[in-house]
């Protein structure tokens, strides 16, 4: 369907398009948060791991690897928490467009279903070592 520029339908069209792609880069935050913090983790156990532990410890690296990343992970979900909750209720107290509240709503959910898919498929399909 083409639409003539200047016309006011052309132009609801265009403001529609423009709220729905603000409201899934406002969904997307969180998303973004957890990405960056899990990033960090990830640096700081390699460099952990890397410069405070002697080469011939394996034992204590390890230990000191997986309490860094858990520890990072944790944190991560916790930004992550923290930035969804957040922006629902900044979300719930605007009543401007029910399309846009709708749109961040269901990209937060897409989001936290992308974040707990892993833990999903975990529980779902359980490791069992080979006899």
């Known amino acids: 369907m083409a639409f003539i520029k200047g016309h006011p339908v052309a132009a609801q069209v265009e403001r529609k398009r423009q709220d729905i792609f603000t409201a899934v880069c406002i969904g997307l935050i969180?998303?973004?948060?957890?990405?960056?913090?899990?990033?960090?983790?990830?640096?700081?156990?390699?460099?952990?791991?890397?410069?405070?532990?002697?080469?011939?410890?394996?034992?204590?690296?390890?230990q000191i690897d997986l309490f860094g990343f858990i520890?990072?992970?944790?944190?991560?979900?916790?930004?992550?928490?923290?930035?969804?909750?957040?922006?629902?209720?900044?979300?719930?107290?605007?009543?401007?467009?029910?399309?846009?509240?709708?749109?961040?709503?269901?990209t937060l959910v897409t989001t936290a279903f992308f974040i707990l898919s892993p833990i999903i498929v975990a529980i779902l399909l359980p490791q069992h070592p080979a006899p």
């Open 30 to 62: 969180p998303l973004a948060l957890y990405v960056a913090v899990a990033f960090c983790a990830v640096v700081l156990t390699l460099f952990i791991g890397r410069v405070f532990v002697p080469t011939n410890a394996f034992l204590v690296q390890r």
């Open 71 to 106: 520890g990072g992970l944790v944190l991560a979900f916790m930004f992550y928490a923290i930035a969804a909750l957040l922006i629902i209720r900044r979300t719930l107290q605007r009543s401007e467009v029910q399309l846009y509240i709708r749109v961040i709503l269901w």
